[in-house]
């Protein structure tokens, strides 16, 4: 996901810029760019690759300026090259932009300014919001930028650079941008962590918001109407934006889950959206899928309410049938997903709406009830605990509906729950699978089995796998891998079997034997002894949570693995934290 980044103040621009820039890498990226106001003249620097490149660029020139952007690209339009990094500049060089985002019109949009005479330099579609800029320009550069954003069709976060003013705009629409003000100047920034190390005070834009900032900040909306907004204090958890020790923030986010499951457990609230819902729509991607895949089975099977998991991209394009009294629950640690602000917004008015979501006041919770996560800001691109603490809103809410129909489990549940902290902890202490790990590194593909929430936890370890140590892992029920993709198994091939629930168990067992008759090395993750397995990652037994629990020990191994692989662990190839683009 692309990381925008912008100064004005007293101080030097460069260095902050680079500063920030640096603590945005975590969103993944493969350019970066910065562009600085000096004298009535807008400098830009670009590089291809790591942020390193940019700044050993620096070094060979001078940028002075107290004002600037910078912005670090995950690509979309355009090939991962310096040519199409940003800031990219208006022809006469009068703007200069960053962009998060996609404009969807784009193409009709180069159409009309080549037209008029202009030709485009890059492959992306953010360069055109410079030209239109300057085309509407008269000398009112917040007015040329208001004519713009009304061409626009699709999504963009700007940061904006005028050569005649000494100013910095914003512009949000979809994507996220926060404005946040220091004792040096006024910094805007895609997430409140990329300045938490300057300032603690914000002003969180609306969707459909700009602002003028010179030694204040002006917010108005896109018809230039003022907008008066309440400054946010963020809570002060500078040290999450530290590895304090551990090799990677992955790691560290790691053993912090029982730690964040606590603080989520202690901090729910009423839950009111609960009450007289028919059924449950669960959306979500990429892990945030999982868990709602897995809240699926934890609450249908609890409660007896029919439960829907989808994919999101998915689920916002298939004309879903959505009841007036159903519910529908946007999973996401961000905040931030295109996809599933997207779906979302499908469901909006049509039934009632929640988020679970981990970063405070995200796009998602401007427009559904939050239900926070409080994991702490995660750094990792694959995540951990953001996952565990989206199951624990999940069981929660599980227990909320059984206590809402007097059913007596709802104790039982909530028992051990209060005691999920200690067996995370117990796993974080007794799995180590450095050995298996060195095994399972030598493959180049793996698979991985269970049934029922043991599935889902499945499909979220061999996401885990695949993200960080690049080894293609695939997902399947225990029951379906009979069903065609046994023909893959040969000797050696290795599985992983997640199998905690006990009325499943001997199922899965012959799921094993049927593998292992064709060779596979099986790998069992269980609170059962298992003959059947070549290894065994034994975990604590638990009624209700011990998928849960299976997802914390491969955690664990696929870190391992990937440690063994000498792969990038916080910041794996192609990877974005959280896709704020379609
Ligand atoms: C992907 C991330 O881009 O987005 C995954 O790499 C994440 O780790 C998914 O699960 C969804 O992100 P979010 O913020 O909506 O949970």
């Known amino acids: 996901m692309c990381g925008i980044i912008g100064y004005i103040g007293k101080s030097q621009a460069k260095d902050l810029l680079i500063d920030g820039l640096r603590r945005l890498e975590y969103r993944g990226y493969d350019s970066s760019g910065i562009a600085v106001r000096d004298n009535g003249e807008l400098c830009v620097l670009k590089a291809k690759g790591k942020l390193d490149n940019l700044i050993g660029k620096l070094e060979e020139r001078s940028f002075s300026g107290t004002c600037g952007i910078g ?108 404005i946040g003000s220091g004792e040096d100047g006024i910094y805007i920034a895609s997430d409140m962590q990329a300045l938490l190390s300057k300032t603690h005070e914000f002003l969180l834009l609306e969707s459909g918001e700009m602002a003028k900032i010179t030694d204040k900040a002006e ?84 409660t007896g309410i029919r439960v829907h998991a989808d994919i999101a991209s998915e689920f916002r394009y298939r004309n879903p049938i959505i009841k007036p009294d ?104 007794t799995v180590s699978p450095v050995k298996l790990a060195f095994l399972l590194a030598q493959n180049d593909y793996a698979f991985f089995i269970g049934r029922g929430a043991d599935y889902a936890a499945a499909k979220e370890s061999a996401l885990k796998l695949k993200e960080i140590s690049y080894i293609h892992a695939d997902c399947y029920p225990a029951g379906e891998l009979k069903h065609g993709t046994i023909s893959l198994i040969q000797k050696g091939s290795p599985v992983i079997a997640i199998a905690t629930d006990k009325q499943l168990l001997s199922k899965t067992v012959s799921n094993i ?14 609170p059962f002894d298992i003959d059947a397995c070549d290894a065994l990652i034994k975990i604590p037994y638990a009624k209700y949570v011990a998928p849960l629990l299976a997802s914390v020990a491969t955690q664990l191994l696929s870190y391992h693995t990937a440690l063994v692989r000498h792969c990038e662990i916080d910041k794996p190839r192609n990877l974005a934290k959280s896709v704020t683009v379609e």
């Not at 034997?513 to 269980?526: Q, T």
Request: aromatic share 6%; hydrophobic share 40%; net charge negative.
């Open 219 to 302: 917010i108005f909306d896109f018809d230039l109407r003022p907008v008066k907004r309440q400054v946010y204090v963020a809570e002060n958890d500078k040290s999450d934006a530290d590895k304090h020790g551990y090799a990677h923030f992955m790691l560290k986010e790691i053993y912090e889950q029982p730690e964040a499951i606590e603080r989520t457990l202690l901090s729910q609230g009423e839950l009111s959206f609960l009450d007289g819902i028919g059924s449950i729509h669960l959306i979500g991607c990429g892990s945030a899928y999982h868990a709602a895949l897995m809240g699926k089975y934890i609450i249908e099977s609890l």
């Open 326 to 429: 159903d519910l529908l629950i946007a999973i996401s640690q961000s905040g931030e997903t295109a996809d599933t602000i997207g779906a979302m917004n499908i469901a909006a008015g049509k039934c009632k709406t929640a988020c679970i979501v981990n970063v405070p006041l995200s796009s998602l919770t401007h427009v559904a009830e939050p239900m926070y996560t409080y994991a702490g800001p995660e750094i990792a691109v694959a995540t951990t605990k953001g996952f565990t603490t989206q199951l624990v809103n999940l069981y929660l809410i599980a227990a909320k509906l059984l206590s809402n129909k007097g059913d007596s489990r709802v104790n039982e549940l909530m028992t051990e729950l209060s005691s999920l902290p200690l067996l995370v902890e117990n796993v974080l202490k």
């Open 513 to 526: 034997a049927e593998v292992k008759s064709r060779g596979a090395f099986v790998i069992a993750v269980s």
């Open 71 to 178: 912005h670090t690209r995950w690509a979309t339009h355009g090939a991962p090259d310096e040519l199409n990094a940003h800031p990219h500049l208006s022809r006469s060089g009068k703007f200069a932009i960053v962009h998060n985002g996609i404009i969807e019109n784009y193409k009709e949009l180069c159409d009309m300014l080549i037209s008029q005479g202009y030709s485009l330099r890059s492959e992306t579609d953010s360069e055109v919001i410079a030209h239109l800029i300057e085309l509407g320009y008269d000398g009112d550069a917040l007015k040329a930028i208001q004519k713009t954003v009304k061409l626009l069709k699709g999504s963009f976060a700007l940061g904006i650079l005028c050569a005649d003013e000494n100013a910095l705009f914003a512009v949000k629409k979809d994507s996220p941008l926060v």
